[in-house]
């Protein structure tokens, strides 16, 4: 089925095609050949194949989703898909002028991609391709079959391209954030002593499912423990709990900590959370368009460092949108293994930044805010910013 010109009329692509035009030309990139599942939703405007979300493997080989972006000239984009997204395309059509429902696997989709790159005059092009998102299988066919080209890391193009979200983009952001915050707090509340990790997380999972996000993980401790995994370790009176999870909505991710504790909070718990706010605010209070978001880190970090928990705490922030750790990338190999090439960047209104503050208490466990702000021309807006004290455990 080959669906070459399948559209009637043309329609718009769902980003800033100018925005993408100059970062490819900064990058030295001709035409984008972009593989991964997030860029992939970003340049179709939201759109992620349900049949291939959870698992990409299908017999052999593997769903290979596939754009291809020539930089000024929209109007020679395509989509490389699955086959069964021919029905996808019927119900909601997808915007780039070419659209190939053509494979199973990634040798299919290689050269298919091959084909088209022919097409418009992209044989020896500067091609941007995403390494750590290209099988070998189908790099083997792009140098074999486009031997006159030159292959451009576009791993940080896309990274610049998504740092600053859209309104929609915000708006699933925070969404996301609010649900899993209403998740983690009714969970909190519903558990009691004796219930264990393992029944709590699946509460959790049934919490934001049931709320329309699509579960990601959930990392719990309890009482004065540091291991986050599943297990059948058991809530007792007097322990504190710590939730960190995941959700998903409409591709975006929500990523926040909230504290739990059975029975009433006594003062030493009161005072421990109390040094990690305090860390979390002097974050939070450098965070602006225009600001350098290493100043944001220095500066938490030096509060931090005055604190009686420093030596037993940690702080760090990340951007996040589509994945957990995005641009503005501003600390480095901490606690993700990148560098921290944006730290002395300005902050531009619509960043996303996930910040955390997270002790490791010896006989207290392990205690953690974390919490998700969109950068604003005069400051920030917080995203699910309900239960950020002690939530407390369902009475015995």
Same mark, same amino acid.
């Given at each position: 089925?080959?669906?070459?010109?399948?559209? @009637?009329? %043309?329609?718009?692509?769902?980003?800033?095609?100018?925005?993408?035009?100059?970062? &490819?030309? $900064?990058?030295?990139?001709?035409?984008?050949?972009?593989?991964?599942?997030?860029?992939?939703?970003?340049?179709?405007?939201?759109?992620?194949?349900?049949?291939?979300?959870?698992?990409?493997?299908?017999?052999?080989? %593997?769903?290979?989703?596939?754009?291809?972006?020539?930089?000024?000239?929209?109007?020679?984009?395509?989509?490389?898909?699955?086959?069964?997204?021919?029905?996808?395309?019927?119900?909601?059509?997808?915007?780039?002028?070419?659209?190939?429902?053509?494979?199973?696997?990634?040798?299919?989709?290689?050269?298919?991609?091959?084909?088209?790159? !022919?097409?418009?005059?992209?044989?020896?092009?500067?091609?941007?391709?995403?390494?750590?998102?290209?099988?070998?299988?189908?790099?083997?066919?792009?140098?074999?079959? *486009?031997?006159?080209?030159?292959?451009?890391?576009?791993?940080?193009?896309?990274?610049? &391209?998504?740092?600053?979200?859209?309104?929609?983009?915000?708006?699933?952001?925070?969404?996301?954030?609010?649900?899993?915050?209403?998740? &983690?707090?009714?969970?909190?509340?519903?558990?009691?002593?004796?219930?264990?990790? @393992?029944?709590?997380?699946?509460?959790?999972?049934?919490?934001? !499912? #049931? %709320?329309?996000? $699509?579960?990601?993980?959930?990392?719990?401790?309890?009482?004065?423990?540091? #291991?986050?995994?599943?297990?059948?370790?058991?809530?007792?009176?007097?322990?504190?709990?710590?939730?960190?999870?995941?959700?998903?909505?409409?591709?975006?991710?929500?990523?926040?900590? %909230?504290?739990?504790?059975?029975?009433?909070?006594?003062?030493?718990?009161?005072?421990?959370?109390?040094?990690?706010?305090?860390?979390?605010?002097?974050?939070?209070?450098?965070?602006?368009?225009?600001?350098?978001?290493?100043?944001?880190?220095?500066?938490?970090?030096?509060?931090?460092?005055?604190?009686?928990?420093?030596?037993?705490?940690?702080?760090?922030?990340?951007?996040?949108?589509?994945?957990?750790?995005?641009?503005?990338?501003?600390?480095? #190999?901490?606690?993700? !293994?990148?560098?921290?090439?944006?730290?002395?960047?300005?902050?531009?209104?619509?960043?996303?930044?996930?910040?955390? @503050?997270?002790?490791?208490?010896?006989?207290?466990?392990?205690?953690? *805010?974390?919490?998700?702000?969109?950068? !604003?021309?005069?400051?920030?807006? &917080?995203?699910?910013?309900?239960?950020?004290?002690? #939530? *407390?455990?369902?009475?015995?």
């Amino acid at each position: 089925m080959d669906i070459d010109a399948l559209h @009637t009329a %043309r329609t718009v692509a769902p980003f800033d095609t100018s925005r993408l035009d100059t970062l &490819m030309e $900064q990058a030295g990139i001709d035409v984008l050949v972009a593989t991964s599942k997030h860029n992939i939703q970003y340049l179709l405007g939201g759109y992620r194949f349900i049949f291939f979300s959870a698992m990409d493997a299908i017999g052999h080989s %593997r769903y290979l989703p596939v754009v291809i972006y020539e930089k000024g000239r929209a109007d020679n984009a395509a989509y490389v898909a699955n086959r069964m997204e021919g029905g996808e395309h019927q119900n909601r059509p997808f915007w780039t002028p070419a659209f190939y429902p053509q494979s199973w696997g990634t040798l299919d989709a290689a050269a298919r991609a091959v084909e088209h790159l !022919t097409k418009i005059g992209k044989r020896e092009a500067r091609i941007g391709i995403e390494p750590s998102f290209l099988p070998v299988d189908v790099y083997r066919v792009f140098c074999d079959r *486009l031997d006159g080209a030159t292959f451009v890391d576009a791993t940080g193009m896309l990274e610049r &391209m998504r740092a600053v979200k859209a309104p929609e983009e915000l708006e699933k952001l925070r969404t996301a954030s609010e649900r899993i915050t209403d998740a &983690m707090t009714t969970t909190i509340a519903w558990a009691r002593e004796g219930t264990t990790k @393992t029944e709590i997380i699946e509460r959790l999972r049934r919490e934001e !499912t #049931n %709320r329309g996000l $699509q579960f990601e993980y959930c990392l719990l401790t309890l009482g004065s423990s540091h #291991n986050r995994a599943a297990s059948d370790q058991a809530w007792r009176e007097g322990e504190v709990l710590s939730i960190d999870s995941g959700g998903n909505y409409k591709g975006y991710i929500g990523d926040l900590c %909230r504290m739990g504790v059975l029975g009433d909070p006594d003062t030493e718990l009161e005072d421990l959370l109390s040094e990690v706010e305090t860390v979390q605010q002097a974050a939070f209070s450098k965070i602006r368009a225009g600001a350098a978001g290493g100043d944001m880190i220095a500066h938490a970090e030096s509060v931090l460092k005055a604190s009686k928990v420093a030596a037993f705490t940690d702080f760090f922030a990340h951007g996040m949108g589509l994945i957990t750790h995005e641009a503005p990338f501003l600390v480095t #190999n901490h606690p993700v !293994t990148y560098e921290g090439v944006d730290a002395a960047r300005p902050l531009e209104a619509g960043m996303v930044l996930s910040v955390e @503050t997270t002790m490791l208490h010896p006989s207290r466990g392990f205690i953690k *805010l974390e919490d998700t702000l969109a950068v !604003t021309a005069d400051g920030y807006e &917080m995203f699910g910013e309900r239960g950020r004290g002690w #939530n *407390l455990g369902a009475a015995a």
